[in-house]
């Protein structure tokens, strides 16, 4: 069983900048497609950017388009998610996981703990 462990959340101000950071405990994911998804309060959790196992493919929710950008590093083994121009409508809980085109948010069995980003304001 995969744990995902997802950091680099906390509080900014509207306008400002994070890095989320996802590692796995108990596997590897240097050949897997992987994604960042996020819960609001109240609200579905949903896809917020998705890239192929080697990088060479992005997308993004049209809400964050231009404003954030996904990335793996396969030698570390770690996904980001660079936060620019950040807004208080972003605020809520982030989780990585797989990627598959073919499942919908509720199809997927595993997830982390996630991290909060709260963009105040």
């Known amino acids: 069983q995969v744990q995902w462990i997802e950091s680099g959340g906390g509080l900014v101000q509207p306008g400002g900048s994070l890095r989320l950071s996802c590692a796995a405990s108990g596997g590897t994911f240097v050949e897997d497609s992987m994604a960042w998804f996020r819960q609001a309060p109240g609200k579905e959790r949903e896809l917020v950017a998705a890239?192929?196992?080697?990088?060479?493919?992005?997308d993004y929710a049209a809400s964050v388009q231009g404003r954030f950008t996904i990335s793996k590093d396969n030698a570390e083994d770690t996904l980001y998610l660079q936060m620019d121009s950040l807004k208080p409508e972003d605020t809520a809980v982030y989780y990585c996981?797989?990627?598959?085109?073919?499942?919908?948010?509720?199809?997927?069995?595993?997830w982390g703990q996630g991290t909060q980003v709260t963009v105040s304001a």
């Open positions: 890239i192929s196992w080697n990088g060479g493919r992005t």
């Open positions: 996981n797989l990627y598959y085109t073919s499942y919908q948010v509720d199809d997927y069995e595993y």
